[in-house]
């Protein structure tokens, strides 16, 4: 599985997480969960993408699934051999699913996700960024990002009273949004459990 040494070329890892963080800034501006995701083949970037959940109503818009259209749209070929992908956060279950399908041979992310308790596809190799301070700039992003949501709570549940409810629904129906983040409670999280510590008070 190990056999590609050649690609723990760090500098080159380094260079392309950056390129996936370029990404991530444009989710932000869109304010959608700042996630980049980039492919690489033969050194050289083939698709780039960010997180468009929001802004396309697609619970399959992650950075990774549009970059893995994207690659194989322009080579013309699904199988995306010999091909790795970067993300700025570790690529979530059905990702790394669709992943191994397109048989990208390695992950490369920046930081880690909540919900990593899934058996992972054999056939890709995945590893975290060999840079605590790159590792430190994916996480902070997204971690400012709910930081940002959460403070911008009020504003936003009266601006967008349908769609918020809309969306409170969906996300009770999925659970949270925790794995989003490497163990920080963004907003939603936090709201359930302030309700709940609200009423273990109040049965007492
Ligand atoms: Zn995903």
Not at 102 to 121: D, M, Q, T, W
Not at 130 to 146: A, G, H, M, T, W
């Amino acid at each position: 599985m190990r056999k590609n040494t050649k690609t723990t070329n760090v500098k080159s890892d380094l260079f392309f997480i950056k390129e996936a963080l370029k990404e991530a800034k444009k989710s932000l501006k869109k304010s959608e969960v700042p996630i980049g995701s980039v492919i690489v083949n033969k050194g050289k970037i083939i698709s780039k993408a960010h997180n468009l959940m929001e802004t396309l109503n697609d619970a399959t818009a992650h950075a990774e699934i549009i970059a893995i259209r994207k690659a194989s749209k322009k080579t013309n070929n699904w199988r995306l051999n010999n091909s790795i992908i970067y993300s700025t956060i570790e690529p979530c279950k059905m990702c790394y699913s669709v992943i191994e399908k397109s048989r990208i041979e390695r992950v490369v992310y920046g930081c880690a996700s909540l919900e990593n308790n899934f058996v992972k596809p054999q056939a890709v190799n995945s590893q975290i960024i060999n840079s605590p301070e790159l590792e430190k700039v994916c996480r902070n992003i997204i971690q400012d990002f709910f930081i940002q949501t959460r403070t911008k709570g009020v504003e936003m549940t009266v601006k967008t009273k349908k769609s918020s409810k809309e969306k409170r629904n969906a996300d009770r129906r999925k659970g949270s949004d925790k794995r989003w983040i490497g163990g920080n409670s963004p907003s939603f999280d936090r709201r359930k459990s302030d309700r709940r510590m609200g009423e273990r008070r109040e049965k007492k």
